[in-house]
């Protein structure tokens, strides 16, 4: 890793180039996008009671075949099928995160403002989850893709009767004061679809950046 | 001149005319099951916990209501699928609309009993962030409260057959017209559901209802 970084300031397109053909970006990709839907599910709807909407669990579902396309790719990145099959399933998750990230964005705005207005050309979460090619994941996993929460609001929600330490109790109160989850609480910057699509970005540019370099090199310049 | 003039006039005012006109598949989608006995209705089916229900209640609703009062009847279905106290919801809210029509009254007008306690649900729910945790009594007191309404007394006016026709009223239609596009759902004539996401503003809305609303 060391090496890259010294490789990639002095050329840094074969570097990428290179990069790209080990399993390393690919793994990457694949494993951060398990662990957002990881976070999301343990630590964000376990453990601080926020309940998932709509956007929500479509966004873990996005994530996952992000995931799926990365892992596909990773199998052996030299081979040219796997990696455009791979990167294909990739930006079809890719686009359908950003495009739900999108749509709660400006839901979130919407129920956040005082405009009544500011809802229109908007819907409300809808009471049953609709996947792609009619997967019945709400029903294979309840637990990770059933909507329960309403789109736009991510305050935590504790059930009665339920235990919490001390700590836990101190995010939740945190996150309550505010009406839902920041990045920066204190100067509400940055909800969680505004974090959920600068991950997307981040992805769509490393991305780029490395099929750019792989193109350049293997079709390009030869 | 003066014909150029009017062929002109003519020609934007059938364009507008045209454009004006709700499209089947993008305003609005022909229900597959229609809600019966609802020729002349506008009906929003909502639910408490649900924040553009009681924004569209708020800020939308009323506005439609005043520019369409003389031609259709608006009513509310409640879903009982959504929010924990749901079926409770339904109860609550069907004895006091029963009880508001009784008394004459327009249930979802301003100072109905009816009204008055959606909202106090509404506003405890969205903006006081209560969840009524002790229970569904809790829930049901506070719309009681708001309408005024003791249990005891609603208690028993639960029991009357037409609040009870009228629960089963929402209970076969709403979760049918709801699972398609979610709440608030719209439906003119108890046919035409409006795609809400294609609602652009209130004088569109009223031209789309209007136009449906004669078919």
């Keep these: ?222 | 001149m003066f014909k150029k003039f009017l062929v002109t006039a003519a020609a934007l005012t059938c364009s507008a005319m045209a454009f004006a006109a709700p499209v089947e598949g993008t305003d609005y989608i022909v229900l597959d099951k229609p809600i019966p006995n609802a020729q002349g209705t506008f009906i929003k089916v909502y639910s408490y916990d649900c924040p553009f229900c009681y924004r569209y209640d708020k800020g939308v609703v009323p506005v439609i209501k005043q520019k369409l009062d003389k031609e259709l009847k608006f009513l509310d279905y409640h879903l009982h699928t959504k929010g924990k106290y749901g079926n409770e919801g339904d109860e609550v809210l069907a004895t006091l609309w029963v009880e508001d029509e009784a008394a004459g009254r327009d249930p979802v007008a301003e100072g109905s009993m009816h009204k008055n306690a959606k909202f106090a649900l509404y506003k405890a729910y969205h903006d006081q962030k209560e969840r009524w945790d002790a229970g569904a009594d809790a829930f049901i007191k506070t719309a009681l409260d708001a309408a005024g309404m003791s249990r005891a007394d609603f208690d028993a006016k639960k029991q009357d057959p037409k609040v009870q026709a009228l629960v089963k009223a929402w209970k076969d239609s709403t979760y049918d017209v709801a699972k398609i596009q979610g709440v608030p759902a719209f439906v003119v004539n108890g046919k035409y559901l409006l795609k809400t996401a294609a609602i652009r503003s209130i004088d569109s809305m009223v031209d789309n209802v209007r136009e449906l609303s004669k078919k």
């Design chain 1, 1 to 222: 890793m060391k090496g890259f970084f010294k490789d990639f300031k002095t050329e840094p397109m074969n570097t990428l180039a290179r990069w790209q053909d080990t399993r390393e970006p690919w793994l990457l990709f694949a494993i951060t996008s398990v662990l957002l839907v990881l976070i999301a599910h343990y630590v964000f709807q376990d453990w601080m009671h926020m309940l998932p909407c709509e956007q929500c669990v479509y966004i873990r579902y996005g994530n996952l075949v992000m995931a799926l396309g990365a892992f596909i790719v990773a199998i052996k990145p030299q081979w040219i099928w796997g990696k455009i099959a791979g990167v294909g399933i990739f930006l079809y998750g890719l686009i359908y995160t950003m495009l739900c990230s999108w749509k709660l964005i400006k839901i979130h705005d919407a129920v956040h403002s005082d405009d009544p207005m500011a809802m229109f050309g908007l819907q409300g979460c809808s009471t049953d989850a609709k996947y792609h090619f009619g997967l019945p994941l709400d029903k294979w996993a309840p637990d990770w893709f059933k909507p329960t929460g309403d789109c736009g609001y991510d305050a935590p929600v504790v059930a009665p009767g339920v235990e919490l330490s001390d700590l836990q109790r101190w995010f939740i109160e945190l996150y309550q004061s505010t009406d839902g989850w920041y990045l920066i609480p204190q100067w509400k910057f940055m909800d969680m679809a505004e974090c959920c699509m600068l991950a997307c970005v981040c992805y769509a540019i490393l991305l780029i950046a490395l099929l750019w370099a792989w193109v350049r090199r293997d079709f390009l310049t030869k």
